[in-house]
């Protein structure tokens, strides 16, 4: 099954695709929130979608994130052996972890604003996992019983505030916008290999970001049971599991960055693309 969320900024309602149509599930799903990712929500509305005259979503409607604001965005850092030599770091012997605000999501099209004093604002096209059952102490055999689904994620960053502004990487990683998250989440049947998908990254048509899932060098069930050694993970939390080389730190032959006016499109082998459009901070 694959979940969005539909209509305007602070107003979206859930919605479900079926086939290349969106179908408003609305009258049967309050939200995608913790408690419809922590019990049988998801397997209780595959049944009753087939049971309903679901009302049709047009296909102008925007696209939302495609769940409530979780309670924590953990992401996963140099996870691809590429990306971390071309930003000339050591290969980490365990995750490197930080959050991500849960203020910076967006809906999959929506606006980039670059960041008012931004400089160095960079791309990062990411696998995402979404929590099912709650998580704590789990094994890695049993993690992925704890994957609701998986999701497209831009993981957005500002190098000057991430690197050279002292103190964790979060200060990058959190200005508004920088999360744009979908267009739809993909229950786990939905997606053949999660380790075999190619995940791509285009800025204004030219191609910058090509890898793969296999590359991942903290693989799925891995990162999910060792991220819950250290902390609960709550239904509907979403774990972001790193970026393959091409960022804009690590072009060659020196790093370049997102202005106003550039567009980026970025997509997953079975989760879809999404397109945001670069503009200027305005007061």
Same mark, same amino acid.
């Given at each position: ?9 602070? &107003? ?9 149509? #969106? ?6 799903? %309050? ?7 922590? +019990? ?14 679901? *009302? ?7 696209? +939302?994130?495609?769940?409530? #604001? ?36 967006? +809906? ?6 670059? !960041? ?42 500002? #190098? ?7 103190? &964790? ?10 999360? !744009? ?6 229950? *786990? ?8 998908? %190619? ?7 030219? $191609? ?11 693989? $799925? ?18 774990? /972001? /599991?790193?970026? *393959? ?39």
């Amino acid at each position: 099954m694959k979940l969005i969320k539909f209509g305007q900024p602070g &107003q979206e309602k859930p919605g479900v695709i079926i086939g290349d149509k #969106r179908y408003d599930v609305s009258h049967l799903v %309050r939200d995608y929130d913790e408690n419809f990712f922590s +019990g049988e929500a998801i397997e209780n509305l595959k049944s009753e979608i087939h049971t309903h005259n679901l *009302p049709e979503i047009s296909a102008e409607e925007r696209l +939302g994130a495609p769940l409530a #604001r979780p309670s924590k965005i953990i992401c996963v850092g140099l996870n691809y052996k590429d990306h971390a030599a071309e930003t000339n770091a050591p290969i980490p012997q365990e995750p490197i972890l930080f959050f991500k605000a849960t203020s910076a999501i967006v +809906g999959p099209n929506d606006d980039l604003i670059i !960041p008012k004093t931004s400089t160095k604002t960079d791309w990062e096209v990411e696998l995402a996992i979404v929590i099912g059952k709650k998580a704590s102490y789990v094994s890695e055999e049993n993690a992925l019983d704890h994957v609701a689904g998986y999701v497209l994620h831009n993981d957005y960053s500002e #190098r000057e505030f991430q690197l050279e502004r002292n103190g &964790q990487w979060v200060k990058g990683k959190s200005c508004d916008t920088f999360a !744009p998250i979908g267009p739809f989440i993909a229950t *786990p049947d939905e997606i053949e290999d999660v380790h075999n998908l %190619r995940l791509w990254l285009k800025v204004n048509g030219q $191609i910058l970001q090509d890898g793969n899932t296999s590359n991942l060098i903290f693989n $799925i069930p891995f990162v999910v049971s060792y991220i819950s050694q250290f902390m609960t993970l709550l239904p509907g939390d979403v774990i /972001t /599991t790193g970026t *393959p080389a091409g960022v804009g730190l690590g072009q060659k032959p020196e790093p370049w960055y997102l202005k106003a006016g550039d567009v980026v499109e970025l997509g997953i082998d079975g989760l879809g693309s999404s397109t945001q459009k670069v503009k200027a901070y305005e007061a």
